[in-house]
């Protein structure tokens, strides 16, 4: 088996991932994200049609003249159609049915529900939350595991490494939808914050299973055998194919639900597709470089 340098490419990556982190950032600053409905309050309508049911594009084109901000829809499967946009006036809702009515005789408004703004806010809080937490939990967990390899790098390290490249991936998949949202109106609702608890997930098993490969590879070299750095670059070698395929079958997965699954989960799979591509890259370059870099620090410090 062919074995890479990769830890000398250390330098090269941070470059990239720092040149990619500032931009995500700077474009949350600048753009932030264009939140759906889920998040910004608004009305869902579910229409149910006895024949044939019209496509998105003949229900958009009929209720064009209504101006409806952040209209989305979603057929159901079953006959009917979810038709959610950014507006909880009565008025506009009853144009809405009227457009409909008008437009297709065998529609039928099966239901009309609020999210209110209030409770929209309180919706991202938790939702903030829940990452937050995420995060932590993935932390301690790993700190924990890794208790019992304390030389040469302190267990809690391993922890720090790993949250690090998980915010880095996050930071980037939020960045490009926040790129995404200025220039082609792409909304994130509750499914991104789905996708983005999967990419956490996802993205910190990678790493795990080059760290604990890392802490048998030192358990073996415990005689004296053996440069940190070295141990840790045979450990990403060793797991280097088995984190390619993986993430390769998962990654035409997505893009195979990204073309044919509908408008419902599009952006979901889009969102998964980036965090995992990302959490790939950064479980090989980011999270163990990390490690190498704190060792380094040490070595220079003594």
């Known amino acids: 088996m062919s074995n890479f340098n990769i830890i000398a490419k250390t330098k090269y990556a941070y470059i990239f991932s720092g040149i990619l982190t500032i931009l995500s950032v700077l474009a949350l600053f600048v753009w932030g994200l264009k939140f759906?409905?889920?998040f910004t309050g608004g009305t869902l309508m579910e229409f149910k049609f006895e024949k044939n049911v019209p496509a998105n594009q003949e229900i958009e084109n009929t209720l064009k003249n209504l101006n409806l901000k952040s209209l989305t829809l979603q057929q159901t499967g079953s006959g009917s159609v979810l038709i959610r946009y950014a507006s909880e006036d009565d008025k506009i809702n009853q144009e809405v049915i009227k457009?409909?009515?008008?437009k297709y005789a065998d529609?039928?408004?099966?239901?009309?529900?609020?999210?209110?703004?209030?409770?929209?806010?309180?919706l991202k809080s938790k939702s903030l939350l829940a990452i937050f937490w995420a995060v932590i939990g993935i932390m301690t967990y790993i700190a924990i595991v890794f208790r019992r390899v304390s030389y040469p790098v302190a267990s809690w390290k391993y922890g720090a490494g790993?949250?690090?490249?998980?915010?880095?991936?996050?930071?980037?998949?939020?960045?490009?939808?926040?790129?995404?949202?200025?220039?082609?109106?792409?909304?994130?609702?509750?499914?991104?914050?789905?996708?983005?608890?999967?990419?956490?997930?996802?993205?910190?098993?990678?790493?795990?299973v080059v760290y604990d490969r890392t802490r048998e590879n030192l358990q073996r070299s415990s005689s004296g055998k053996g440069h940190f750095p070295e141990v840790v670059n045979r450990s990403l070698n060793e797991t280097l194919i088995r984190s390619i395929n993986t993430s390769f079958t998962v990654i035409m997965t997505l893009i195979a639900i990204y073309i044919f699954g509908g408008d419902s989960i599009k952006y979901f799979a889009l969102a998964l597709l980036i965090g995992v591509t990302f959490g790939t890259y950064s479980?090989?370059?980011?999270?163990?470089?990390l490690l190498v870099t704190s060792y380094n620090l040490q070595i220079k410090k003594k």
């Not at 991936?169 to 909304?187: A, K, M, N």
């Not at 090989?284 to 470089?289: G, K, L, N, Q, R």
């Open 36 to 38: 759906g409905i889920d």
């Open 107 to 122: 529609a039928k408004n099966l239901r009309t529900d609020y999210a209110n703004a209030s409770v929209s806010s309180e």
């Open 162 to 208: 790993a949250v690090i490249a998980l915010i880095h991936d996050i930071l980037i998949t939020v960045g490009i939808f926040s790129v995404l949202g200025h220039f082609f109106d792409i909304e994130v609702g509750i499914p991104f914050i789905a996708a983005l608890l999967t990419i956490l997930g996802f993205s910190v098993h990678d790493t795990i």
């Open 283 to 289: 479980s090989i370059f980011i999270a163990s470089a």
């Open 99 to 102: 457009e409909i009515s008008e």
